[in-house]
Structure formats: C-alpha cells, structure tokens
C-alpha cells in the first residue's frame, strides 16, 4: 500500500523546480551521511535556491573560479558538489581549486573526462571530500579512475548512458556508487536507474524559459 505523505507549501514559493519523482525509486548514495537521490545540474543560484532536490552537481564549461564556488554554496540549501575541470584546467591547479572547495564546504568535487589519473591520484591524496569523475563513453579509463582515488562514478554518456551504467555495473557490482543522467522522460530515469544507477542529474529549464511562461501567463490575463 502506498504511503501518504503530507506536504505543506509556501504562497509565495509556489514556483519551486521539482525534480522528477520518479528519481525517488533510486537507492541513492549516502554521502557524508546525508543520502542523496537527486542532483540539480546548474550554477545559476536562483535556480539552486529554489528547488527540491536533494543536493546541486555546478559543472560548467569554464575554468573553475573560487568565487563561483563561493556564491554557489553561499545559496545552496543542500549538499553542493563543485567541479575542479580536469580538462583545459588541470594538474595542480585542479588540485588547489578542490582543495579549496573543501575548506569552503563542498560535499564533494567533480573531475571531468579528460582528467589524467595522475591529477585525480593528487586530488585524493590532497582532499578528504569524495572525488566524482564523470565518464563520458565506454573507452574512458573508468578502472584507472577509480585506481586512482574516485570514489563516484558520473556517468554522462547521452543516449548510452543506461548501456554504460549496466556495463560498469555488472562489472563492479553493487558497491560501486553511480551517478547518472537521466534524460528528458520519466521513462529514461527509469531505465537508468535499472540500469543500476544510484542517483540521477536533474537539468532543470532555464531562468529564461520560467520566465517566458510566466509572462505568458501575465498577458493572458489582460
């Protein structure tokens, strides 16, 4: 029988980003004893203070910069996971920035696919926080990753993503942490999470796109 739960909502807060639910049928990972099912991929800090998820992945396409990092987890009102880069930023530059996302508060830090093993070695021998290393495709050295001190598997492999969670899986079994993305249906989150994913990315629409349905809304009020 399903459980009802009670749920209690703001006026003023109606306009939160709910993530999925069906997110919620992941075993999820505990991570410093906080269990986390779902991860809000964004560092706009509007976005991030106004959803339910349980903790934010804030990766971007630029070099990392502290004060980012800063402002992010100033707002954040759940456990926030920092990308380091790994990519065009890397070597001990990553490994200062991660170190520094952990004295500032970060749960965890993010490296990206291109990260050598020798970095994330440096990373895990610097910081105490976990290290995430994204996977991108299967010819990525995910074994010398994790060889390497990643504690956490984030597994972004577009439309194979689910065939690469499946692989790793049956390949590590049961302990090994994965994170996926889930994709745009309700129905992809869940075949990733069969997959054997633990907890699932959540990219949540654009400020813009909010706004462009609000003001809609606003027109046709006149």
């Known amino acids: 029988m399903e459980r009802y739960v009670p749920e209690i909502k703001s006026h003023l807060r109606t306009r939160i980003i709910e993530v999925p639910s069906v997110i919620y049928k992941a075993t999820g990972i505990k991570i410093l004893g906080t269990r986390i099912k779902s991860l809000l991929f964004s560092t706009d800090v509007a976005v991030i203070k106004n959803t339910n998820a349980n903790s934010i992945i804030a990766v971007y396409p630029f070099t990392p910069q502290?004060?980012?990092?800063?402002?992010?987890?100033?707002?954040?009102?759940?456990?926030v996971f920092v990308g380091v880069g790994g990519g065009l930023t890397t070597g001990t530059r990553?490994?200062?920035i991660a170190?520094?996302?952990?004295?500032?508060?970060?749960?965890?830090?993010?490296?990206?696919a291109p990260?050598?093993?020798?970095?994330?070695?440096e990373i895990y021998e610097t910081i105490d926080i976990?290290?995430?290393?994204?996977?991108?495709?299967?010819?990525d050295d995910y074994k010398g990753k994790l060889e390497a001190g990643a504690r956490i598997l984030n597994i972004s492999g577009g439309s194979k993503t689910a065939y690469l969670v499946k692989k790793i899986r049956d390949e590590y079994g049961k302990e090994l942490p994965i994170i996926a993305t889930g994709g745009p249906t309700d129905e992809t989150i869940l075949e990733t999470i069969e997959a054997g994913a633990n907890a699932i990315t959540y990219t949540p629409p654009s400020t813009g796109e909010i706004f462009s349905a609000i003001m809609e809304q606003y027109r046709q009020r006149k």
Do not use: F
């Not at 502290?66 to 456990?79: C, F, H, K, M, N």
């Open 130 to 139: 976990p290290i995430i290393a994204t996977v991108v495709s299967e010819n």
């Open 99 to 112: 170190l520094q996302a952990e004295l500032m508060g970060a749960y965890g830090v993010v490296v990206n």
């Open 66 to 79: 502290l004060s980012i990092t800063q402002a992010i987890l100033e707002v954040a009102p759940v456990p």
């Open 115 to 121: 990260t050598p093993n020798d970095v994330i070695k």
């Open 94 to 96: 990553s490994v200062n």
